[in-house]
């Protein structure tokens, strides 16, 4: 099969950061998908309607000429996030879930939930108005091997979740491991997962081949070649409860080549190219446009794209760096030949 045309398709997990970097990644986005979950971990995060709502008209100037790409906003869980707040997130029509992040977790996770009880009546007030929870699904115990760290957050907490809110919408996000697809595999109650194209290309050896590539670090981390095949498994299967996300995380490369280096990867330039080289790869191509562009709009209760975008297997090189304003963003794949090719 050398060309796949499918419904456009949208991205359930994104990350756009603010500022000149926003202005720069949005069109690289705009140009496959139509919509997109977008993570609200700015500084300051994202904690309000109201803050949702002044995010949503930056992203929306940043939009290239024409462009219909449409921001699903997400409000960022604390321990105070109020029953009010998720009442007016669900009078919205543009707020569609709220995001939990362990403090600590990841980029801009500081603000986040140290005590998941705390929570519990912000929760509860989200299942009562329909508005779904996405995980980001690791404990941050010192004492948590780095890479067990998903497998620990599904048993001390995501079980307990499921059982205590079972009309809940609980997406976990970006699966890294077998544990997570056999928990969403088996959970009762909406749940689902998004799966990245970088969990889906690498295992933990990406991070360390010819030496330490920070271009490959993420969080939650890259982990062994069972959890990609796993993750693979999940991914081609058609199950309705994986889809796409990519957590595209867009850094300046001097912050990923530092001695302190972010978590990230920027897969929006190639996202779609990607994926299409790895359904491909696992022969699965006819899959591709359930886990891309129908099983999340049917999760989130939202309509699939009436539009459509082609895909063509013809080899292109992707720029070793990007320019973001003042910055450089080192893409996924930099450099390197990609084998598919959106061309409408």
Same mark, same amino acid.
């Given at each position: 099969? *050398?060309?796949?045309?499918? !419904?456009?398709?949208? #991205?359930?997990?994104? /990350?756009?950061?603010?500022?000149?970097?926003?202005?720069?990644?949005?069109?690289?986005?705009?140009?496959? =998908? &139509? !919509?997109?979950?977008?993570?609200?971990?700015?500084?300051?995060?994202?904690?309000?309607?109201?803050?949702?709502?002044?995010?949503?008209?930056?992203?929306?100037?940043?939009?290239?000429?024409?462009?219909?790409?449409?921001?699903?906003?997400?409000?960022?869980?604390?321990?105070?996030?109020?029953?009010?707040?998720?009442?007016?997130?669900?009078?919205?029509?543009?707020?569609?879930?709220?995001?939990?992040?362990?403090?600590?977790?990841?980029?801009?996770?500081?603000? &986040?939930?140290?005590?998941?009880?705390?929570?519990?009546?912000?929760?509860?007030?989200?299942?009562?108005?329909?508005?779904?929870?996405?995980? /980001?699904?690791?404990?941050?115990?010192?004492?948590?091997?780095?890479?067990?760290?998903?497998?620990?957050?599904?048993? !001390?907490?995501?079980?307990?979740? !499921?059982?205590? =809110?079972?009309?809940?919408?609980?997406?976990?996000?970006?699966?890294?491991?077998?544990?997570?697809? #056999?928990?969403?595999?088996?959970?009762?109650?909406?749940?689902?997962?998004?799966?990245?194209?970088?969990?889906?290309?690498?295992?933990?050896?990406?991070?360390?081949?010819?030496?330490?590539?920070? /271009?490959?670090?993420?969080?939650? @981390?890259?982990?062994?070649?069972?959890?990609?095949?796993?993750?693979?498994?999940?991914?081609?299967? &058609?199950?309705?409860? =994986?889809?796409?996300?990519?957590?595209?995380?867009?850094?300046?490369?001097?912050?990923?080549?530092?001695?302190? &280096?972010?978590?990230?990867?920027?897969?929006?330039?190639?996202?779609?190219?990607?994926?299409?080289?790895?359904?491909?790869?696992?022969?699965?191509?006819?899959?591709?446009?359930?886990?891309?562009?129908?099983?999340?709009?049917? =999760?989130?209760?939202?309509?699939?794209? *009436?539009?459509?975008?082609?895909?063509?297997?013809?080899?292109?090189?992707?720029?070793?760096?990007?320019?973001?304003?003042?910055?450089?963003?080192?893409? @996924?794949?930099?450099? #390197?030949?990609?084998?598919?090719?959106?061309?409408?």
């Amino acid at each position: 099969m *050398n060309r796949i045309r499918i !419904r456009r398709p949208d #991205d359930w997990h994104l /990350h756009l950061r603010d500022g000149a970097l926003l202005e720069a990644v949005v069109p690289a986005t705009a140009r496959s =998908f &139509g !919509r997109a979950i977008v993570m609200p971990n700015l500084k300051p995060p994202v904690r309000t309607v109201a803050e949702a709502g002044a995010y949503r008209d930056r992203i929306l100037a940043a939009r290239p000429a024409g462009s219909r790409f449409e921001p699903l906003m997400t409000l960022y869980l604390t321990e105070t996030t109020s029953v009010d707040d998720i009442r007016e997130a669900a009078e919205s029509d543009f707020v569609h879930a709220v995001k939990y992040y362990p403090a600590g977790a990841t980029t801009n996770s500081d603000s &986040g939930v140290r005590e998941l009880e705390r929570a519990y009546p912000a929760i509860e007030a989200m299942e009562k108005h329909g508005v779904p929870l996405l995980m /980001h699904g690791e404990v941050t115990d010192g004492d948590i091997d780095v890479f067990d760290r998903e497998a620990v957050f599904i048993e !001390r907490h995501l079980e307990k979740l !499921r059982s205590t =809110f079972p009309a809940m919408k609980m997406v976990l996000e970006h699966a890294t491991t077998s544990d997570a697809i #056999d928990y969403v595999n088996s959970a009762p109650g909406p749940t689902a997962a998004t799966i990245t194209v970088h969990h889906l290309m690498f295992n933990r050896n990406a991070l360390f081949e010819g030496g330490l590539r920070p /271009h490959h670090y993420c969080l939650p @981390l890259i982990k062994r070649e069972r959890h990609r095949q796993a993750l693979l498994a999940a991914a081609t299967s &058609g199950n309705e409860r =994986f889809f796409l996300g990519t957590d595209s995380a867009p850094h300046p490369k001097h912050a990923k080549e530092s001695d302190c &280096g972010c978590a990230g990867v920027y897969s929006a330039p190639a996202a779609m190219e990607l994926y299409a080289e790895v359904f491909e790869a696992a022969g699965a191509l006819d899959k591709l446009e359930a886990f891309a562009s129908l099983n999340g709009p049917a =999760f989130y209760g939202l309509p699939p794209s *009436n539009e459509t975008i082609e895909l063509r297997k013809q080899p292109w090189q992707m720029d070793r760096e990007l320019t973001a304003g003042q910055e450089t963003i080192v893409p @996924l794949r930099a450099g #390197d030949e990609i084998g598919w090719r959106q061309v409408g």
